[in-house]
Nanobody, 123 residues
Framework: QVQLVQSGGGLVQARGSLRLSCAAS????????MGWFRQSRGKEREFVAVIGWSGGTILYSASAKGRFTVSRDNAKNTVFLQMNSLKPEDTGVYYC????????????????WGQGTQVTVSS
């Protein structure tokens, strides 16, 4: 049984930093595409970042590029999203997801999801 357990998040002021964690069981993060998505109030879940199973593919949304860093610790079977220079528009519920997919921008491509964690950035 696949389980993705998220931690981190919370309330932070603009220009602050947060790190989200996604600990996996039932799969090896090194062999899956691990994505991060954000859902803001009234909006659909949107792509934020992804790290491929080989580690060679790391991609970000335009809004995350240059500020966010996705990484993976295979020994801990955990994926991280380091978020720096946070902005109020980064506010939302962040989800990690896992699948073996080439269409990693699409939430529908992922079968396994974490429980979500709230990130609130105050101005």
């Amino acid at each position: 049984q696949v389980q993705l357990v998220q931690s981190g998040g919370g309330l932070v002021q603009a220009r602050g930093s947060l790190r989200l964690s996604c600990a996996a069981s039932g799969l090896k993060v090194s062999k899956y595409v691990m994505g991060w998505f954000r859902q803001s109030r009234g909006k659909e879940r949107e792509f934020v970042a992804v790290i491929g199973w080989s580690g060679g593919t790391i991609l970000y949304s335009a809004s995350a590029k240059g500020r966010f860093t996705v990484s993976r610790d295979n020994a801990k079977n955990t994926v991280f999203l380091q978020m720096n220079s946070l902005k109020p528009e980064d506010t939302g519920v962040y989800y990690c997801a896992a699948d073996r997919t080439y269409t990693y921008h699409y939430a529908e491509s992922y079968a396994s999801w974490g429980q979500g964690t709230q990130v609130t950035v105050s101005s």
